[in-house]
T-cell receptor
Framework: AQSVTQLGSHVSVSEGALVLLRCNYSSSVPPYLFWYVQYPNQGLQLLLKYTSAATLVKGINGFEAEFKKSETSFHLTKPSAHMSDAAEYFCAVRGYNTDKLIFGTGTRLQVFP | GAVVSQHPSWVICKSGTSVKIECRSLDFQATTMFWYRQFPKQSLMLMATSNEGSKATYEQGVEKDKFLINHASLTLSTLTVTSAHPEDSSFYIC????????????FGDGTRLSIL
């Protein structure tokens, strides 16, 4: 069965600092991996996805994530945080034979001026 | 890009009322839609998978008679919370998968349901 673990329920960074949000997955088959962002009282917006093509995936708003099979990780990074990046971020996994998404518990990103 | 519209965005009603939430795919046909529930400061919990023209598939622990799902067309799925009670208060989010298969799910903006 697939699952994802997001380390750190809260991450705080200063504006302009590096953002690193951690996600580790568990899957018996090569997974599809996703990062979504949720702003207060809104649905989820897709940031980026990994579907077994390039291991370094670039997404919207300057975010990117690297798929590392040896570490079963798919961490989300952004070189320079912006105040507007403050939100809840969810990592999700989907296996090849299912259309269900399994979400991590989420990481709340705070950005301080 | 693919857009999913969810309506209403906010509902407040009395205990015992039934509430219908609509989820529409605006610029694509979605044979599969998903309904999630999210409690404050928690992750999304999949409630059911809605398939056009057939019965929904509910996750374990989700009451079928409580949460009625109808997916009558390729662009519309509805979730009806029947005889709602305060414990049903939550944030409900739908999503749809754009064709072809194995594409990312696109999410609606959610419905905040408050039962008094």
């Amino acid at each position: 069965a697939q699952s994802v673990t997001q380390l750190g329920s809260h991450v705080s960074v200063s504006e302009g600092a590096l953002v690193l949000l951690r996600c580790n997955y568990s899957s018996s088959v090569p997974p599809y991996l996703f990062w979504y962002v949720q702003y207060p009282n809104q649905g989820l917006q897709l940031l980026l996805k990994y579907t077994s093509a390039a291991t370094l995936v670039k997404g919207i708003n300057g975010f990117e994530a690297e798929f590392k099979k040896s570490e079963t990780s798919f961490h989300l990074t952004k070189p320079s945080a912006h105040m507007s990046d403050a939100a809840e971020y969810f990592c999700a996994v989907r296996g090849y034979n299912t259309d269900k998404l399994i979400f991590g518990t989420g990481t709340r990103l705070q950005v301080f001026p | 890009g693919a857009v999913v519209s969810q309506h209403p965005s906010w509902v407040i009603c009395k205990s015992g009322t039934s509430v219908k939430i609509e989820c529409r795919s605006l610029d694509f046909q979605a044979t599969t839609m998903f309904w999630y529930r999210q409690f404050p400061k928690q992750s999304l919990m999949l409630m059911a998978t809605s398939n056009e023209g057939s019965k929904a598939t509910y996750e374990q622990g989700v009451e079928k008679d409580k949460f009625l799902i109808n997916h009558a067309s390729l662009t519309l799925s509805t979730l009806t919370v029947t005889s709602a009670h305060p414990e049903d208060s939550s944030f409900y989010i739908c999503s749809a998968e754009s064709p072809p298969g194995n594409q990312p799910q696109h999410f609606g903006d959610g419905t905040r349901l408050s039962i008094l």
